[in-house]
């Protein structure tokens, strides 16, 4: 049995409308309501609109994507615990829906991270790119953020001061933009792109993490998993948490989603199933260290939810996204590791053995040019990754029925 073929659907104002999703052979919709402010509780009637849209395409909503985490959960603030229980509230209404998979991030302040949303291939396609000298440049000469020089090495800083020079101010500009307000826009950032200075906003949020370390991060993601894995469980819903994007610190915030070593941490917090994670490889693969096969072999019964992108590295800290079996990542014995994974399930009698995939954003190529879409989500690059995806899925299916 494939994965299952999942596709991420940003509500009914999307350019790909459901009946294209299911002309695409879709079988699962990951999708959220967006709609809903950050913090507040998800309605049952609102759930069901969205769901019952689904189910009459024909598919069914495999994933939420995502149930967001707000940052006075992550920070412990005086707001924590209201937000927390309207957590709580929003799970038991999507499990009283029948919705069985809730992927949140806790990457403090922003969710992900690129430098360029348009990074033009030799072919013409369009990807997106991360550079970490481009990155500091953003960080210390055009945020400002007091203190970031000492975050660099001092290689990194003299590369970030020649990049800074050789950018207009207008670059400067939507480097910052794209960074605070437009990766950030679609999946409900902190910062309003209307905020006139929403570089000073951006600051002043950053600075709600002055006291929080690596360690006391951990301590807030524990107790939050310690209030809602237990209603989770009760409400049939399996959580997934997303690594780090990319899997380092940045701005001075810790990131505690990084590695191997981070996933297991985070899944023996709370000994449940319910407990869970949401495999990205390319997140992940940005950590060298990480071994993708041996995560999937070592807490594969936890993964709830797998995002499959590639990526092209080039120095320490540097890559940009690309066709989804091409690029660095060899995507046959990942996805291997995730049919076997499958199987392993099913011989165990659990009923989830399957585990929903989606491509996860892809090069902008022929039509996207003419379609509006989300920055990493072009319809045409993403349908080749899923087309591309599926057909390995299938000769490795073969593969392992004969062995
Ligand atoms: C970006 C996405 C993330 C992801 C969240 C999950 O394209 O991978 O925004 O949805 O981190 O909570």
Not at 231 to 248: K, Y
Not at 297 to 326: A, D, M, Q, W
Request: proline share 5%.
């Amino acid at each position: 049995m494939a994965l299952e073929k999942s596709w991420r659907w940003f509500g009914f104002g999307d350019s790909v409308k459901l009946t294209d999703l299911q002309q695409m052979g879709i079988e699962g919709v990951v999708t959220a309501l967006h709609h809903i402010p950050n913090g507040e509780v998800w309605p049952v009637d609102e759930i069901l609109k969205v769901k019952s849209a689904i189910e009459a395409h024909g598919m069914r909503w495999t994933v939420v994507e995502s149930l967001p985490v707000s940052e006075g959960i992550k920070t412990r603030n005086n707001d924590c615990h209201r937000l927390i229980a309207n957590y709580k509230q929003s799970l038991q209404n999507l499990g009283a829906c029948g919705i069985d998979t809730v992927c949140y991030n806790f990457m403090p302040v922003l969710d992900w991270v690129r430098t360029s949303l348009h990074y033009q291939l030799p072919d013409g396609g369009e990807v997106m790119y991360f550079d970490y000298a481009t990155f500091a440049a953003f960080d210390v000469f055009i945020l400002k953020r007091p203190g970031a020089e000492s975050d660099y090495p001092k290689e990194i800083l003299d590369k970030a001061e020649k990049v800074v020079r050789s950018m207009s101010l207008e670059d400067q500009e939507n480097l910052a933009r794209n960074i605070i307000v437009v990766s950030q826009g679609f999946i409900d950032g902190v910062v309003d792109g209307s905020t006139p200075d929403y570089k000073k906003s951006f600051l002043k949020f950053l600075g709600t993490y002055s006291q929080i370390d690596r360690d006391q991060l951990r301590e807030n993601l524990s107790l939050f998993l310690q209030e809602v894995v237990p209603v989770a469980e009760e409400s049939g819903v399996n959580l997934c948490i997303h690594p780090d994007d990319p899997p380092f610190p940045v701005l001075g915030l810790p990131r505690i989603v990084s590695s191997q070593d981070d996933l297991e941490w985070i899944c023996n917090q709370v000994d449940s199933i319910h407990n869970g994670i949401t495999f990205c490889t390319g997140s992940l693969s940005v950590n060298r260290q990480n071994n993708l096969e041996q995560i999937v072999e070592k807490l594969g019964s936890r993964i709830h939810f797998t995002h499959l992108r590639n990526n092209v590295f080039f120095g320490n800290r540097e890559f940009h996204e690309y066709g989804h079996i091409e690029g660095d990542i060899d995507m046959y014995p990942i996805v291997k590791a995730l049919l076997k994974e499958q199987i392993r399930r099913k011989e165990s009698g659990r009923k989830d053995y399957r585990i929903p995939f989606r491509p996860d954003h892809g090069v902008k190529m022929l039509d996207d040019y003419t379609r509006s879409a989300n920055p990493g989500y072009p319809l045409i690059g993403r349908l080749k990754g899923l087309a591309e995806l599926s057909g390995m899925q299938m000769a490795i299916e073969r593969e392992l029925k004969a062995m």
